[in-house]
């Protein structure tokens, strides 16, 4: 009896440790149950539609074929159907704005709402080679803009496009051009919308542009 007396403060201080230990180890569970619940609501969503909710404002002020500055102010109250590209594209380009035509084309009496900018990524080459015969060969609509390298870049910066020269025996002129592929879609109140990847239909542009008006 005596032996079991002795052995009991030591036992119940022991269950006390046991039971502390797993009092923390509870309370360290629950609360990073709670941080990964805060990290699923409220970090950023990284698809095109869910990232329209950290709305930014993308400009360009850019020369047309005629010299023309035109900027992203004057087009306020429209959409814009935004691509950056080159007129020695062999694929990419070419098709992103057939796309653009057949939206335009589909709009009927809505094409008005909307104004399509291809913004030139190589604008000394494209401006040799005539810009506004190449934009126009798809669709009469299509408004071609080429500027200088700083005004480019300055444009690029600001729709968080990539674009770089690269060498290439086989293209014109000895290299071509790498960029993000993507069609952009800017709201009338020049806020950003959405990024349209490449290889989306004409039918489902217009489907998400139609359902804005």
Known sequence: MLEVLDRTPFSLSGLVMRLRSLQIILWVAATAAV???????????TDDTQAAASVFTPAFALADS???IRTTEEFRGKFLL???????CPDVCPTTLSEVAQVMDDLGSDA????????????????RLGLADYTKAFHP???????????????????????????DTASQGGYTMAHSP??????P???????????????EILSDLQSRL
């Open 35 to 45: 941080l990964a619940f805060a990290a699923v609501r409220w970090w950023p969503a």
């Open 66 to 68: 005629e010299g023309r």
């Open 82 to 88: 935004v691509f950056f590209g080159f007129t020695s």
């Open 112 to 127: 008005g709402s909307a104004q399509p900018v291809f913004i030139s990524i190589d604008p000394e080459r494209d401006r």
């Open 141 to 167: 609509a299509i408004l071609g803009l080429a500027g200088s390298e700083a005004e480019t870049q300055a444009a690029a910066a600001s729709f968080k496009i990539f674009y770089e020269r690269e060498a």
């Open 182 to 187: 993507g069609l952009y879609l800017i709201g």
């Open 189 to 203: 109140d020049g806020a950003w919308l959405r990024q349209f990847t490449y290889g989306t239909p004409a039918a």
